[in-house]
Structures are given as C-alpha cells and as structure tokens.
Nanobody, 117 residues
Framework: QGYVVESGGGLVQPGGSLRLSCTAS????????LRWDRQAPGKERELVAG???????YWADSVVGRFTISRDNSKNTVYLQIDNIKPDDAAAYYC???????????WGRGILVTVPS
C-alpha cells in the first residue's frame, strides 16, 4: 500500500517558472522509476519526463531544455522544474511511481498548472 501526492501547481504567467513536487508514501522509494505525465483539456495524457531508479532521465521532445526532473530519495520526493513556461504547458500534471519486481504502480490525483495565453 501507499500513495503519491503532487503539489506546487497554480497560475503562472508565460515565461515564468514553476516547480512541482511529488511526495510518496511507499516503501523502498529508491527502487522506483518515477515519471510526470500531463493531460490538457480535450487531449490525451502524455509523458513529460521520467527519472529511473539509477537516475537516468528522459523527456518528451516538446519540453527538452525547459523541464528538469530530479529526485531526492531521502525525502521520497520527485520534482519537476518548469522554466520558460508556455500556454501549451497548461494541463493537469500527474506523478507516478513504478516498480517492476514485484510489479507496483502508484499514481497521484494530479495537480493543475494554468498558463494564460
């Protein structure tokens, strides 16, 4: 059992910055791969960025150079730093944690990021 909870969303003006946090209440957090996805109104959910248990990172092409994902295993937390935010970044952002042996997945409820156009 466990859960993950996102925080740090809100209204940001274009060109601004925002840091999302996701804190997990799960055992062996260090062993999980972590990722952020987002879903804008009327669109499908899409991967934004991920960081594996070995700290390897990956990003969607649309956010390279503007989004940074990091993790702090001592705090059971994964972060998503968003810089030079654009109206197209407005969405609900979801954090998830994935373990493969044994298979376990935890999804957060999402947090809203609003960027006026």
């Amino acid at each position: 059992q466990g859960y993950v909870v996102e925080s740090g969303g809100g209204l940001v003006q274009p060109g601004g910055s925002l840091r999302l946090s996701c804190t997990a209440s799960i055992e062996s957090f260090y062993a999980y791969d972590l990722r952020w996805d987002r879903q804008a109104p009327g669109k499908e959910r899409e991967l934004v960025a991920g960081i594996k248990s070995d700290y390897k990172r990956y990003w969607a092409d649309s956010v390279v150079g503007r989004f940074t994902i990091s993790r702090d295993n001592s705090k059971n937390t994964v972060y998503l730093q968003i810089d030079n935010i654009k109206p197209d970044d407005a969405a609900a952002y979801y954090c998830s944690a994935h373990l493969y042996t044994p298979p376990r997945t935890f999804w957060g409820r999402g947090i809203l990021v609003t960027v006026p156009s």
